[in-house]
């Protein structure tokens, strides 16, 4: 797939595997046996493009992937040289491209991060956090934190950087909850 990728446009679609769906969407594949079905996957992806890239001595290559737009899977075509294929549609996520400039809730973001990096004792630079940009600062937490694959499927599909920063805070908080209900738990 990489070499397929380096030998056009260096676009790669990423979709998530999905565990809880077997009615998710999933097509034939060519190499497979008749009765064998892909494994599901969540209905949007993320395409990126290799910005950089070196092989290995034993053939492995490293990539660096930047995002570029999410898309909506359309339909999924037979799989070529062992790797699954879609039909994105652009148009849900097109002001992927466009500058986002919504505003986001950066204080109680702040407050909810700080409470959940003391519960797992987590040490962060609060000077730089705080001087990174907005997009930046929920991209990489939406990247960094171990989120369920369900949870960063929701971050993934927000309409835009507002919503994100919205869901990211949400979740946030609900694990600081959860730690510290388990914790009064524990303690009864």
């Known amino acids: 797939m990489v070499r397929d990728a380096l030998a056009s446009d260096r676009m790669i679609g990423m979709v998530q595997p999905r565990e809880d769906d ?62 699954r294929r879609i039909v994105p549609d652009w148009e849900p996520y097109r002001g992927d491209l466009a500058d986002d400039d919504a505003v986001i809730d950066r204080p109680r973001l702040l407050a909810a991060l700080k409470a959940f990096f003391k519960l797992n004792d987590i040490a962060a630079d609060w000077d730089s956090i705080s001087a990174t940009p907005d997009e930046r600062l929920v991209t990489s937490l939406a990247m960094i934190c171990q989120f369920a694959p369900n949870e960063k499927q929701a971050l993934l599909e927000a309409r835009d950087l507002g919503e994100r920063s919205r869901v990211m805070t949400a979740l946030v908080e609900m694990a600081v909850l959860g730690r510290a209900t388990a914790g009064d738990t524990a303690r009864h």
């Open 22 to 83: 077997p009615t998710t969407l999933t097509g034939p594949s060519e190499d497979a046996e008749p009765a064998e079905r892909p494994p599901p996957v969540y209905p949007t992806g993320c395409a990126g493009r290799i910005t950089a890239f070196s092989e290995s001595d034993d053939g492995r290559m490293q990539i660096t992937l930047t995002g570029i737009a999410r898309f909506a899977i359309s339909e999924e075509v037979p799989t070529l040289r062992g790797y």
